[in-house]
Every structure is written in C-alpha cells, then in structure tokens.
Nanobody, 119 residues
Framework: QVHLVESGGELVQAGGSLRLSCAAS????????IGWFRQAPGKEREFVSAIIWGSGSTGYADSVKGRFTISRDNAKNTVSLQMNSLKPEDTAVYYC????????????WGQGTQVTVSS
C-alpha cells in the first residue's frame, strides 16, 4: 500500500517562499509518477506539478511555471515542491498524489497540507 505524507504548509506573506515535502512509502517508486495538486475553498482540485520518478521528467500548470519547482530525493523517497514568489491566489490545501507512470488516474493521495499566502 502506497502511503503519502505531506508537510511544509504554513502561513506566508505574498512574495515569500515555501518548500513542501511529500514522503512516499510502501513501494519502489521508479515506475511511478508523483504529483502535487491543490484545492482552494469553493474551487475544484487542480493540478500543480508532477514528476516521473524514473526519468525525472517534470510538468507544471501554467499558473505556477517559473515560480514552482518539483524535485525528488531518491535516498529519502521524498518529492519536494519549492514555491517561490507566492501569491494570495496560491492559497489552498496542497495534496501529494501517486500513480504508476503509465496510468491515467491518480490512485493514491495524501491528507494535504495547508498553504496560506497573505497579501
């Protein structure tokens, strides 16, 4: 069973930075992709970024390109999301998700971590 635990969310001022971490366990993740999603109050969950563990290939939503960077640490089995130049509209609960890299749907989800950006 895949287990994902997010950490790093907190209150930060606009223009600031945060680093979220997703600790993954329960599998060897070389064939998996790990993604970050977010959900703001009253809005649907949206894709933020993802990384294919084996190749290191990454993808980003247009709204975060150039500001957010996703990376993985093979030794620690963690995926991080470095978030710079934060905006109030980045306020949301951020979720880590995982699935096999060749699967359309995301099968496994963490509990989420709250990011609040004050103006």
């Amino acid at each position: 069973q895949v287990h994902l635990v997010e950490s790093g969310g907190e209150l930060v001022q606009a223009g600031g930075s945060l680093r979220l971490s997703c600790a993954a366990s329960g599998r060897t993740f070389s064939s998996y992709r790990i993604g970050w999603f977010r959900q703001a109050p009253g809005k649907e969950r949206e894709f933020v970024s993802a990384i294919i563990w084996g190749s290191g290939s990454t993808g980003y939503a247009d709204s975060v390109k150039g500001r957010f960077t996703i990376s993985r640490d093979n030794a620690k089995n963690t995926v991080s999301l470095q978030m710079n130049s934060l905006k109030p509209e980045d306020t949301a609960v951020y979720y880590c998700a995982a699935s096999l890299a060749n699967v359309v749907f995301w099968n496994y989800w963490g509990q989420g971590t709250q990011v609040t950006v004050s103006s």
